[in-house]
Each structure stands twice: as C-alpha cells, then as structure tokens.
C-alpha cells in the first residue's frame, strides 16, 4: 500500500510538472515588448522559437502578424500562431490580438512607462480565452537601454479553472550601431501571482542575444532580434532559441 501510495505520489508530481511547464508564460517564440509607439509605422513580423529540455521532445512554435500605428500612442497587431511539439507535424494554434499603449513620451519621466494587452483564442476551445497584460519600463543610459516588464496571464471561460499567472521579461543591449546591437535577454514564470510557486516549478530563462535595424530608404526597414536562452533550474537542463524578424514601411 505503502509503495502504491509513492508511486501515487511521483505521477502527481510529475503530472504537476508538466502542467506547469505547459501553461508558462514564456513560448518559445515569445518576444522583449518595448513601451514606444511610432505613428503611422505598419510591419509584417515573424517571430520563431524552439525549445528544448533534456529527455523530453522539442516544442517549436512560430506566428506571423500584421501590425499598425493606429496613433502617436496606440499600436495594434493581429497573430496567426503555429505549433510543433511531441515530434508531430506543425499545426495551427491560435489567433492573437495584441494592443500596446505608450503611456510617457521619451524622456519625459525617469523611466518610459508603456502597457500591453494581448488576447488570444487558441485552436482548442477547451483552453478559453487566453489574456495576458502588464506594464512595461525602459530607461536608457547613453547607448544602453534596459526594458524590463511585469506580465499577468489568465485564460477565461476554459474548461478547467486556472489561476492568474505572474511572469516577467527583461532585456539589455547596448547600441553599438544601428545593424548590429548586442545584449540579453530573459523570461520568467513565477506561477499564482499572489502566491509564487515552489522554485523547482518556476520558470527563469535567460541568455545572449543580437539586435539590429537595416534601412532600406523611406520608411522602409527590416528589425531583427535573436537569443539563445538557457534555464537557471539546472535539473531541467533546457535550452531555447528564439528569434523576431520585423519588414516595417
């Protein structure tokens, strides 16, 4: 009886696992969001990502979106989002609607203040709507800039009650010219946002990453951004490549 109970035991806690790792915050094509809006400016934006964690199949997922500066503080963006994972074929996951509002003009406060929402309907009802929201800060030093952004996500009307989640993004590059950035980045998931998770369940990636702008002429340019992310939970072992490419005119 005794036996049965730890066994028992271990499948809840790996089962306990697992959940935890499927509702982090951070995909693997997730991206650094920055609180500045430029008017007028419209972008197709690819985003990629895989990830990876010893002993388990690879997870890769990939979006392609239009956006568009409705105005000088209001940029809108629609997602088509796919997935891969389990060593099956790439499927459609959901659609997305992101809004990023810039709350400070640059320079105007110590610390430029933004706020992004984000509503997702994913392919499987059974998840419900997913939301996610949360403030985001940048602040420059010379050539540095830092961004760091505090995230909430809850999905509502799902089949299963879920708990509003607590997660964060950071970023810093230093701005050596405008082709070629570099610095890193980082994503976290720390579980209930009023109640943290016990560390081992907690998500913390972080690692390198390269950033630049090509002009083309006019309003034309292409963005990138690219990372390679490892976890700090040495037991997980896991790795992740993610990486943004942005046409804006």
Do not use: C
């Amino acid at each position: 009886m005794k036996n049965t109970m730890k066994k028992i035991g271990a499948a809840s806690a790996v089962i306990a696992l697992v959940l935890s790792a499927q509702n982090a915050l951070a995909g693997p094509a997730d991206y650094v969001y920055t609180p500045t809006v430029e008017y007028g400016e419209r972008e197709i934006d690819f985003k990629a990502g895989t990830a990876k964690v010893t002993d388990e199949a690879r997870e890769s997922a990939a979006s392609i979106g239009f956006g568009y500066g409705a105005t000088e503080h209001w940029f809108t963006e629609l997602y088509v989002k796919y997935k891969r994972e389990n060593g099956s074929g790439t499927f459609f996951d959901a659609y997305e609607w992101e809004n990023k509002f810039q709350l400070s003009e640059p320079g105007q406060l110590p610390v430029d203040i933004g706020f992004i929402t984000e509503i997702e309907r994913p392919q499987d009802h059974s998840e419900g709507w997913e939301v996610k929201f949360g403030p985001l800060f940048q602040k420059e030093f010379g050539k540095t800039q830092l961004n760091l952004n505090i995230l909430f996500e809850r999905n509502y009307r799902a089949a299963e009650a879920n708990p509003m989640r607590l997660g964060y993004q950071w970023q810093a590059k230093y701005r050596w010219i405008p082709q070629f950035e570099f610095g890193a980045q980082g994503f976290g998931d720390v579980g209930k946002w009023d109640h943290f998770a016990p560390r081992a369940e907690q998500s913390h990636i972080f690692g390198p990453a390269i950033f630049g702008k090509i002009a083309l002429g006019g309003r034309q340019a292409i963005k990138y951004n690219a990372a390679y992310l490892i976890d700090a939970n040495d037991e997980k072992h896991s790795n992740t490549f993610r990486t943004q490419v942005e046409y804006e005119f």
